[in-house]
């Protein structure tokens, strides 16, 4: 990453401290809706 203060080991450990199961950095991530009733959302190369 760019930025000096959050690298991604922090970042990593924000997201486990949160519950997130995926990490995605950069401007070319999008996130992309998944259909169903218990899905959140994933991300996706593009």
Request: hydrophobic share 40%; charged share 10%; with cysteine.
């Amino acid at each position: 990453m760019c930025n000096n203060w959050l690298k991604f080991g922090r970042l990593w450990d924000f997201a486990q401290q949160v519950g997130a199961t995926h990490v995605a950095s950069g401007h070319y991530a999008r996130v992309v809706p998944v259909p169903g009733p218990d899905a959140s959302h994933s991300c996706a190369a593009g």
